[in-house]
């Protein structure tokens, strides 16, 4: 189901032995994200390669992809507060939003600037980095193969 030289990072992590580690390290939950990927889509590089997710073959311009996230599903609401009851600026549906400063990845709020230049509040849990895990299955010798689980 991988390739023999599966990559993983950007640090010269690649091959099924170190596929074989990584997911028996508890601690990054890996067996979760394929899962997840498939839920978010695929897109084609070509004929003989699909990226996971869609988004990962986007062009995002000059976006700062390291503090971007994508809005994980419809009709997200960007709020004036960190607040459900917030007063509400603008609806995003599965588009992009940059971070405002450092968001912590265990708060429940986080400010964003959207496309449009509003900011607001929006929910963590409705939001995933676009620099997180991303998979590519690349056909290989005429048989499926992933090539690259990425991640952070």
Not at 19 to 35: F, H, I, M, V
Request: charged share 20%.
């Amino acid at each position: 189901m991988t390739a023999d030289e599966v990559d993983f990072d950007f640090s010269g992590g690649f091959g099924k032995a170190e596929l074989r580690k990584r997911l028996a390290d508890q601690s990054l939950n890996l067996w979760y994200e394929p899962d997840r990927l498939v839920g978010l889509g695929c897109a084609t590089i070509g004929t003989d390669a699909f990226p996971l997710p869609w988004y990962f073959s986007q062009d995002f311009g000059d976006l700062d992809v390291l503090n971007a996230f994508i809005v994980s599903a419809n009709d997200e609401p960007l709020l004036e507060q960190a607040h459900v009851n917030g007063k509400q600026i603008a609806l995003i549906s599965r588009d992009s939003v940059t971070a405002l400063g450092n968001p912590d990845s265990t708060a429940k709020w986080v400010e964003v600037r959207d496309h449009a230049g509003h900011t607001g509040c929006m929910l963590t849990d409705r939001l995933r980095s676009i620099a997180s895990y991303r998979m590519t299955a690349s056909a290989i010798q005429a048989k499926w193969r992933v090539t690259h689980f990425n991640g952070w």
